[in-house]
Every structure is written in C-alpha cells, then in structure tokens.
Nanobody, 126 residues
C-alpha cells in the first residue's frame, strides 16, 4: 500500500513563501514520477509541477514557473514544493501525486497519477 502525506500548508501574506512536503511510504518511491496539483473552490484540479524519478527533469505550469520549485529526496522518500512570491490566486488545496510508471513525459493531467495524498490547504492573503 502506497501512502502519500502532505504537510507544510498554512496562511501566508502575498509575497511570502511556504515549503510543502510530501512523504511517501513504500520502497519504490525512487522509481516514481511525482507531481503537485491544486484545487481552488469551484474550480477543477490543476497541474502545478512534476519531477521525474531522479529529480533531473521537471515541469511547471506557466502560472507558477519562476516562483515555485519542485524537488525530491529519494533517500527520505519525500518530495517538496518551494513556493515563493505567493499570490492570492495561489490559494487552494495542494495535493501530491505519484505515477508508478515513472513516465518521463511528466504528464500534466490528474488521470496519469495513481496515488494521491489527502491535500494541504494553502491560503494567501492580500
């Protein structure tokens, strides 16, 4: 059973920073492609960022490129999302997700990911 647990969300003022973590159980984390998605109230879940199995390849949504950085530590079975220069429109529940196929294409759609965390709330005040 693979479990993903997010942490690090909270309330921050516009322009501030947060770092989200996603801890993954299981021995095969290092082979997974991983992604972050977010969902704001009344909106569909949207892609934020993804990283390949060794951290050597990343992809970002245009709205966060240059502000957010995705990374992973395979020794700790953990993925991160460093979020800087936060804006009120970044307010959402953030979910981490795992693609056990390790797809190198880093697909930006939710259906490509099999395992999901419960989410962590990020609120950015203006």
């Amino acid at each position: 059973q693979v479990q993903l647990v997010e942490s690090g969300g909270g309330l921050v003022q516009a322009g501030g920073s947060l770092r989200l973590s996603c801890a993954v159980s299981g021995r095969t984390f290092s082979s997974y492609a991983m992604g972050w998605f977010r969902q704001a109230p009344g909106k569909e879940r949207e892609f934020v960022a993804a990283v390949n199995w060794n951290g050597g390849n990343t992809a970002y949504a245009g709205s966060v490129k240059g502000r957010f950085t995705i990374s992973r530590d395979n020794a700790k079975n953990t993925m991160y999302l460093q979020m800087n220069s936060l804006k009120p429109e970044d307010t959402a529940i953030y979910y981490c997700a795992a693609d056990p196929t390790g797809a190198t294409s880093l697909p930006p759609y939710p259906s490509a990911y099999v395992y999901w965390g419960q989410g962590t709330q990020v609120t950015v005040s203006s």
